[in-house]
């Protein structure tokens, strides 16, 4: 399965709901859970308008037994109610992850934003702002404004001013299942002043649906990150220092040399205050280093990340053009989430019907976080919109917020891993990096069927010839 993921902020309106018109059938409306299924050919998912997000996500095991591989809540009333508020599979804005101090300038004008995260004496309601703040998007209901059979398009308008953030924001989400893949695109609109703005998926994976009956951990999900040479470093609050570390050969962080289970390395103590103080796990901004390729189509360069657990034989390639990722692997999780009725073992003792700590991870593609404080990474024309951009300043360094993405439930048939095609059956191999070379080598000295990569018009192809 392929999430792909886009956001286009400014745009000409890419019109994210047309492929929903092209798409087949009328949606049907909530169900009574207030939940919106939409459907693709052997996946199936659940949203709602809270914080536009995904609520179920099934698709069958390599057994043939349907799994509910995201984490959530049995019905949409309840995700208001809950006082946790995870951020179980919603759309976090105006501005993922965390702001330093609440505060950012533009332009030399400093604003500051309301905080929600790391309360302490001086600053109780918290030293920071994490995702859009008290009321970011995820605590909002979005507005439904199209439903087919295999499509869902929300809409959010977020006011000058709110959570401290200027200028008004105006963003549609559409979330489309073709066969396996699940397309996310996001397209938002600085419409009055400059502004942040950094979108991402929030969703929460377990690949068994929690119906292991060997652990209840992702611990054996194995995790690639083939472009995750670094990482943002932060301090033990999780705000970005302005380094950028190396993730050296055989360290914890270290998912880039080759697959490696998300628990290879549980033990040791580099794993340990990695994911802030007193943290042992990961809650990591991966950078992905593409530079190398020169111009690259994101839809068909290989995934930027692949997970998968042998368990279930359910894999999972998401395909992005965002150039940082974040990894976290549930520390906060600890026991005190229900599983859907959709999920999980029933009357076994050993594994009660809650999320455990270490029992899902997030998968965030976005930009690199709190670039809006760091001038020297240089991320201002992927992280700061106004209503002046020209929605074709390019591909890259263009007004794309939170890019394009897919998740792709891999079918066996997928050309560049050669797998046999089966009814329903998901491929449980990673694509080997040596595959990957091999499409690559193969493309640059043109045998390859795809074409045009290296063209000289590659941002106006890929701009206009955009299959959203
Ligand atoms: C909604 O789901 C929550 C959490 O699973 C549950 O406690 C509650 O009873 C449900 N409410 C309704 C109306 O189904
Ligand atoms: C959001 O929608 C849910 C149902 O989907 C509803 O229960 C809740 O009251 C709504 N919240 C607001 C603030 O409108
Ligand atoms: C943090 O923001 C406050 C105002 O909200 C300001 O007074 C203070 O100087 C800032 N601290 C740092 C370290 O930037
Ligand atoms: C675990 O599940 C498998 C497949 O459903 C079953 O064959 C096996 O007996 C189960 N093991 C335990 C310890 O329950
Ligand atoms: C599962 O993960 C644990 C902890 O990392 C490891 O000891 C074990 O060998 C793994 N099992 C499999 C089947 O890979
Ligand atoms: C560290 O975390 C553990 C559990 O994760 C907790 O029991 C312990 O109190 C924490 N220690 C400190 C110093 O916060």
Same mark, same amino acid.
């Given at each position: 399965?392929?999430?792909?993921?886009?956001?286009?902020?400014?745009?000409?309106?890419?019109?994210?709901?047309?492929?929903?018109?092209?798409?087949?059938?009328?949606?049907?409306?909530?169900?009574?859970?207030?939940?919106?299924?939409?459907?693709?050919?052997?996946?199936?998912?659940?949203?709602?308008?809270?914080?536009?997000?995904?609520?179920?996500?099934?698709?069958?095991?390599?057994?043939?037994?349907?799994?509910?591989?995201?984490? @959530?809540?049995?019905?949409?009333?309840?995700?208001?109610?809950?006082?946790?508020?995870?951020?179980?599979?919603?759309?976090?804005?105006? %501005?993922?992850?965390?702001?330093?101090?609440?505060?950012?300038?533009?332009?030399?004008?400093?604003?500051?934003?309301?905080?929600?995260?790391?309360? #302490?004496?001086?600053?109780?309601?918290? !030293?920071?702002?994490?995702?859009?703040?008290?009321?970011? *998007?995820?605590?909002?209901?979005?507005?439904?404004?199209?439903? #087919?059979?295999?499509?869902?398009?929300?809409?959010?308008?977020?006011?000058?001013?709110?959570?401290?953030?200027?200028?008004?924001?105006?963003?549609?989400? $559409?979330?489309?299942?073709? @066969?396996?893949?699940?397309?996310?695109?996001?397209?938002?609109?600085?419409?009055?002043?400059?502004?942040?703005?950094?979108?991402?998926?929030? $969703?929460? *994976?377990?690949?068994?649906?929690?119906?292991?009956?060997?652990?209840?951990?992702?611990?054996?999900?194995?995790?690639h990150m083939p472009?995750g040479g670094q990482r943002?470093?932060?301090?033990?609050?999780?705000?970005?220092?302005?380094?950028?570390l190396p993730n050296k050969k055989g360290s914890v962080n270290d998912f880039w040399s080759k697959p490696k289970?998300?628990?290879a390395q549980?033990?040791d103590?580099e794993?340990?205050?990695? /994911?802030?103080?007193?943290? #042992?796990?990961?809650?990591? /901004?991966?950078?992905?280093n593409?530079?190398?390729?020169?111009?690259?189509?994101?839809?068909?360069?290989?995934?930027?990340?692949?997970?998968?657990?042998? *368990?279930?034989?359910?894999?999972?390639?998401?395909?992005?053009?965002?150039?940082?990722?974040?990894? %976290?692997?549930?520390?906060?999780?600890?026991?005190?989430?229900?599983?859907?009725?959709?999920?999980?073992?029933?009357?076994?003792?050993?594994?009660?019907?809650?999320?455990?700590?270490?029992?899902?991870?997030?998968?965030?593609?976005?930009?690199?976080?709190?670039?809006?404080?760091?001038?020297?990474?240089?991320?201002?024309?992927?992280?700061?919109?106004?209503?002046?951009?020209?929605?074709?300043?390019?591909?890259?360094? @263009?007004?794309?917020?939170?890019?394009?993405?897919?998740?792709?439930?891999?079918?066996? !048939?997928?050309?560049?891993? @050669?797998?046999?095609?089966?009814?329903?059956?998901?491929?449980?191999?990673?694509?080997?990096a040596?595959?990957?070379?091999?499409?690559?080598?193969?493309? !640059?000295?043109?045998?390859?069927?795809?074409?045009?990569?290296?063209?000289?018009?590659?941002?106006?192809?890929?701009?206009?010839?955009?299959? *959203?």
């Amino acid at each position: 399965m392929y999430v792909k993921q886009c956001l286009l902020g400014l745009a000409v309106l890419a019109l994210p709901w047309t492929s929903a018109a092209k798409s087949k059938g009328k949606g049907k409306g909530p169900d009574s859970d207030g939940k919106y299924w939409i459907s693709g050919d052997g996946i199936k998912a659940a949203f709602i308008p809270y914080g536009a997000s995904i609520s179920n996500l099934l698709i069958k095991d390599q057994y043939g037994i349907q799994r509910d591989i995201v984490t @959530g809540f049995d019905n949409a009333s309840y995700y208001g109610i809950d006082t946790q508020h995870p951020h179980f599979g919603g759309v976090p804005g105006r %501005y993922a992850n965390r702001i330093k101090n609440s505060s950012f300038t533009i332009d030399d004008e400093t604003y500051h934003v309301t905080p929600n995260d790391n309360p #302490t004496k001086q600053s109780p309601k918290g !030293a920071d702002t994490l995702h859009g703040g008290p009321d970011g *998007w995820d605590y909002r209901n979005f507005t439904v404004v199209a439903h #087919t059979d295999s499509s869902i398009t929300f809409s959010i308008v977020d006011p000058d001013g709110k959570e401290g953030f200027p200028g008004e924001v105006v963003s549609y989400v $559409t979330y489309t299942l073709t @066969g396996l893949d699940w397309d996310i695109k996001m397209v938002a609109l600085a419409t009055t002043k400059k502004t942040p703005i950094m979108l991402s998926s929030h $969703t929460y *994976w377990n690949l068994d649906g929690f119906s292991n009956n060997d652990t209840s951990s992702v611990f054996n999900h194995t995790f690639h990150m083939p472009y995750g040479g670094q990482r943002v470093g932060v301090d033990n609050i999780l705000i970005p220092t302005g380094e950028i570390l190396p993730n050296k050969k055989g360290s914890v962080n270290d998912f880039w040399s080759k697959p490696k289970q998300i628990g290879a390395q549980a033990n040791d103590p580099e794993l340990k205050n990695n /994911c802030g103080f007193n943290c #042992t796990g990961y809650d990591t /901004c991966f950078t992905v280093n593409r530079g190398h390729l020169g111009a690259y189509d994101w839809r068909t360069e290989g995934p930027v990340a692949t997970l998968s657990s042998d *368990w279930s034989g359910i894999q999972l390639d998401v395909y992005s053009d965002q150039d940082a990722f974040q990894l %976290y692997s549930c520390t906060q999780q600890d026991g005190s989430m229900a599983l859907k009725k959709t999920q999980g073992l029933f009357d076994n003792p050993d594994f009660p019907r809650i999320i455990p700590r270490y029992g899902c991870v997030v998968l965030e593609v976005q930009d690199f976080i709190d670039g809006i404080n760091h001038p020297e990474w240089m991320r201002d024309r992927k992280q700061i919109f106004g209503p002046g951009d020209d929605p074709r300043r390019g591909f890259v360094a @263009g007004p794309r917020l939170c890019g394009c993405g897919t998740v792709r439930t891999r079918d066996r !048939a997928d050309p560049p891993w @050669g797998f046999q095609k089966g009814a329903g059956a998901l491929n449980s191999q990673l694509p080997r990096a040596p595959d990957i070379q091999r499409q690559r080598a193969e493309r !640059a000295s043109g045998r390859s069927g795809r074409s045009g990569r290296h063209g000289p018009h590659q941002d106006e192809t890929l701009a206009s010839e955009s299959d *959203w």
